[in-house]
């Protein structure tokens, strides 16, 4: 009968082994920490047009309530625009364009991170004879 002692087979893993379970580790960090930074950006963007569009609707209804034939194009919104100033720096124009006789094209533009984010809203106002309805 022959003795069995630790001579013969070591336990443990060999380096190719211990290399290969290396690899997967560091693509699993790499792929979970990607989808962190992309979800993080996702979640600021989403707040930043959450932004930009509760302000347009400021201005629109801010808008709506100028008489028609005062409504002309500005540079900035008339509105409060202090919940923007997340965005900073950013800039507001509101243009007017006639369309036809009593139809205005109102569009509001909010641009911010160096005009590479825009958020616009276009509405038509109608000359209703002095009723402020869109």
């Known amino acids: 009968m022959r003795e069995?002692?630790?001579h013969g087979?070591?336990?443990?893993?060999?380096?190719?082994?211990v290399l290969a379970a290396l690899l997967i580790v560091t693509?699993?960090?790499t792929v979970s920490f990607?989808?962190?930074?992309?979800?993080?950006?996702?979640?600021?963007?989403?707040?930043?047009?959450m932004l930009a569009y509760q302000s347009?609707?400021?201005?629109?209804e801010h808008r709506r309530r100028i008489n028609f034939a005062q409504l002309l194009d500005d540079v900035e919104f008339r509105s409060d625009t202090a919940l923007l100033a997340p965005l900073a720096p950013y800039g507001t124009?509101?243009?007017v364009e006639d369309v036809k006789p009593g139809f205005k094209n109102v569009t509001l533009t909010i641009r911010w991170r160096n005009g590479e984010r825009v958020a616009r809203l276009?509405?038509?106002r109608v000359d209703?004879?002095?009723?402020?309805?869109?």
């Not at 087979?9 to 082994?17: A, C, K, R, T, Y």
């Not at 347009?56 to 629109?60: F, M």
């Open 4 to 6: 069995r002692g630790n």
């Open 9 to 17: 087979s070591q336990g443990g893993f060999s380096l190719p082994e």
């Open 27 to 29: 693509l699993v960090i």
């Open 34 to 49: 990607t989808a962190f930074l992309e979800r993080n950006r996702r979640l600021e963007q989403a707040s930043e047009i």
């Open 56 to 60: 347009l609707a400021n201005e629109a």
């Open 93 to 95: 124009a509101v243009k």
């Open 122 to 124: 276009t509405l038509v």
């Open 128 to 134: 209703t004879g002095g009723q402020r309805l869109w």
